[in-house]
């Protein structure tokens, strides 16, 4: 651990030989496509399929009154071809089978539809009559909280900020959309599914096809992104491919389209926030208040957690936090990486600056003066908290100091310059999981466990902490992951999949080591050994901590006087997140996810077509992502820390902590060059002029 070797299958995915899901060679596979309801809300009155059954090669067309009967409904989204009733435009209604991708994609055309539509509601508002608070929002976190009397600390603060932000839909943009190859063997399926997390499908399959989990064999070797849209739970086309394959006694291949990927898998919610900061005349915060309001579509719920990290941020003695829902005629949303911390910073973190303007007080200062010894809300210590450190360092190595804080004040021919920044921060957590390794009397290892590499180089990371454990040569330890008959692993989401997995293997491997010392002296039998581990125990001995990572991010943009443009020079940030187990890859990790940030900031927006109640934006022609010659110098400075509450490993996970506060980061460099205060992402030129 703290080397950094190149990916294991690094090569591998350079070369092209690879393998994603869509990709795998399966004899007599057949093709399906899916068909979007053109119906905003409603209810199907006909589906007419013989014109799509007629055409060359078509095989099959599934809808609600031929496809198979779903055992389970505990997810509503996952409860496809079901039910006549449209709940937002571009659901799934019916699925095409043909002997071709072309032949089921011109099927999926000819398929009529008619419905009985209803008017539609899919515009989020923060006066929405159907707004309620949500027993709880994602992550199982309270709505709402409440410490001291927030009114009282506001208004007896010297100093007050109360502010709205907006932030828009954004979708998220693997490269690889979703595709799945499913098939039956009897009642045992097996499938090859681009997703983030094999045991979750594996579950969730199991549920709607009313068979044992054993039954289902997710294989997921090469996944090429996710960002929280394959995390989860099954996602739509693993449940059609299966559905299909079982109509059509074949395997059947499903791939969605960039098209797709925008209405059927889930997007960031817009949100809608009000933060209010008050401070007294030397900037210790008095109140703090953050009021959340996001979005849900009608087929279930989803509350993203948007006002949580407040509750962790910053000292403060009055304080309080809500979240509000509606559920509208739209998709439902999803994950996006650091789900709630990402939106949810955007506004704290740039009322911290509004209210640094407001006491002329340093922003960098400022957050210091409110570093928090306890975990503000409940009382905990923190496990390692470095949040200062990060704002140092970040600073030192920024050049902070160089910075005039007025707006306006720094010039550079036709260009404004402006700096900015933020703090990061997000929670560090693992969750159970199991892990498998095998010694061989050639003296090589093998280590198993169902994780999945969506990118991240986790693959890597973790055999590096099998290397480190076994104590051995990295050439004789070989690891398989991304197969859900290994056994159960939580998901590659939350930061947390390094902490989860790797604690596993961890323990796989010291059982091992110590059961060939023990019964064998050291040298491993003719039979060879095969030793496996399950955390579940372990997790439940963790002393209460707040644990979390921090960071600190710096940005340099320039605003061009007459068009508004924005570039981003520069950007710096510096984390806190425990052992880094490969820097190369964390670095990577952190880059990109600053990357998505300034995207968030600068460029991402989903436009909602209130006539229809769609995004229309669904490429990237329309909705638009940073390329590469948006992206400036990026520079990570990963701090030392050493936190013994956390793992053996002592890893906090740096999947997502680069994204929080990148879009504040921004937005504030953009004030300090313009003195235009954006309040609603993206930061467009128009905004500016
Ligand atoms: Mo991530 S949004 O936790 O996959």
């Known amino acids: 651990m703290g080397a950094d070797p190149v990916r294991l299958e690094g090569r591998d995915k350079v070369t092209g030989t690879a393998r994603y899901a869509y990709e795998y060679p399966v004899s007599e596979a057949l093709y399906a496509w899916p068909v979007a309801s053109p119906f905003t809300k409603g209810r199907l009155t006909l589906v007419n399929p013989d014109e799509a059954l007629a055409a060359r090669g078509v095989l099959a067309v599934l809808w609600h009154s031929n496809a198979y009967r779903l055992q389970s409904r505990e997810n509503e989204e996952l409860y496809l071809l079901q039910e006549p009733t449209i709940a937002y435009r571009g659901q799934f209604v019916a699925l095409v089978v043909a002997d071709t991708l072309e032949a089921a994609r011109h099927g999926a055309d000819l398929v009529v539809l008619e419905a009985d539509t209803q008017p539609h509601d899919a515009v989020l508002t923060d006066r929405h009559p159907g707004l309620y608070r949500p027993v709880r929002v994602n992550g199982g976190f309270q709505s709402d909280t409440a410490v001291g009397d927030f009114d009282a600390g506001m208004a007896g603060a010297a100093v007050r900020v109360d502010e709205r932000y907006e932030t828009p839909a954004e979708h998220n943009n693997p490269m690889e959309p979703h595709a799945s190859i499913a098939w039956w063997d009897g009642d045992e399926l097996t499938v090859y599914d681009s997703t983030q997390y094999p045991t979750a499908v594996a579950e969730g399959l199991a549920g709607l096809f009313g068979i044992e989990t054993q039954s289902v064999r997710v294989l997921a070797e090469h996944i090429g992104g996710g960002f929280g849209v394959k995390g989860g739970n099954p996602r739509p086309a693993v449940v059609l491919a299966a559905m299909a394959a079982r109509h059509v006694g074949h395997p059947v291949k499903v791939a969605l389209t960039r098209q797709h990927q925008f209405a059927n898998v889930g997007y960031r919610t817009p949100t809608i926030q009000r933060v209010r900061l008050g401070a007294d005349a030397s900037g210790q915060l008095t109140a703090i208040g953050h009021d959340a309001i996001s979005q849900s579509s009608e087929v279930q719920e989803f509350a993203e957690q948007t006002a949580v990290l407040t509750r962790w941020m910053y000292a403060g003695p009055h304080r309080r936090t809500t979240h509000r829902l509606v559920r509208l005629d739209v998709p439902t949303p999803a994950w996006m990486r650091a789900p709630g911390e990402t939106p949810g910073s955007f506004a704290l973190e740039s009322a911290l600056d509004e209210l640094a303007m407001a006491g002329g007080w340093d922003p960098v200062e400022l957050r210091i003066r409110n570093d928090a010894e306890l975990e503000p809300e409940n009382g905990l210590r923190y496990s390692s908290r470095n949040l200062v450190a990060c704002l140092r360092e970040g600073a030192r190595r920024f050049g902070w100091e160089r910075r005039d804080p007025r707006p306006r004040a720094h010039r550079d021919g036709d260009w404004l310059i402006g700096t900015g ?180 900031a600068l460029l991402e927006e989903g436009v909602l077509d209130t006539q229809y109640g769609a995004y229309v934006n669904r490429d990237f022609a329309t909705y638009h992502i940073a390329a590469c010659a948006d992206v400036p110098a990026i520079e990570t400075y990963l701090m030392d820390e050493e936190d013994t509450h956390l793992n053996p490993m002592g890893v906090k996970g740096v999947g997502e902590l680069g994204i929080v506060g990148a879009a504040a980061a921004v937005a504030n460099a953009v004030y300090h060059a313009t003195g235009v205060r954006v309040r609603e992402l993206p930061i467009r030129l128009d905004k500016l002029l």
């Open 421 to 600: 920044m933020a703090s990061s921060s997000l929670q560090a957590r693992a969750q159970p999981s199991t892990a498998t390794v095998r010694a061989h009397p050639d003296g090589h290892f093998h280590v198993l466990v169902n994780a999945v590499d969506i990118g991240t180089g986790a693959r890597t990371a973790l055999w590096q902490i099998a290397v480190d454990e076994l104590g051995v040569a990295p050439e004789r330890v070989r690891i398989s992951i991304g197969d859900s008959s290994i056994g159960r692993a939580q998901g590659a989401g939350g930061s947390l999949g390094t902490a989860s997995w790797g604690w596993a293997v961890t323990k796989a491997c010291r059982e091992l080591c110590e059961q060939l010392k023990r019964d064998h002296r050291g040298s491993v039998p003719a039979a060879g050994l095969e030793v496996s581990a399950d955390t579940t125990a372990d997790l439940k001995t963790l002393q209460p901590y707040a644990r979390y990572s921090f960071g600190a991010q710096f940005c340099q943009v320039r605003v061009d006087l007459d068009t508004g443009e924005v570039r981003v020079d520069r950007m710096l940030g510096a984390f806190a997140a425990g052992r880094i187990v490969n820097p190369r890859m964390a670095r990577s990790q952190l880059i990109g996810a600053m990357t998505m940030g300034m995207s968030m």
